[in-house]
């Protein structure tokens, strides 16, 4: 089954739109509220920029433009992934070189071999929001 079918199901058995879920780590989580975290002008095209939101330590991504957001902590040693160097869409853990894709969370290269978990972003104006978990 393909993910688009997969999430079709979804919508209809559940009546939600995936505007308001995203996937994190290979599973479907629902969005309880967009929370603002930055302004456009904080996070520089190829760089990432740590914020923290309702418990939460996220690094946001500026890739091509695009915003992206990841779980600061590297799967492999909960190193600080948003002070790693973004190159690409990839972003490196500075402690022992793991790489990620900031789009998907995909593990790119050891040691690390788990995804890290990504969040919705949603910009509206200037402003940079979050969609954060139940």
Known sequence: MTAAIALSTIEKQFSLSISHAF????SLQMVSQ???VACL???PEGHAKV????????ALCNVGG?????????????????EGELVNGQIECPRHGARFDVKTGKALCL???LPVSTYKV???GDDIYVGLPE
């Open 41 to 43: 002008k904080d996070v």
């Open 23 to 26: 996937i994190t780590t290979g």
């Open 34 to 36: 967009l929370v603002k």
């Open 66 to 82: 695009e915003i992206y957001c990841i779980d600061d902590l590297c799967t492999h040693d909960n190193g600080p992934l948003g």
């Open 51 to 58: 914020v923290q939101a309702n418990g939460h330590e996220l």
């Open 111 to 113: 040691p690390a071999v």
């Open 122 to 124: 949603e910009v509206k």
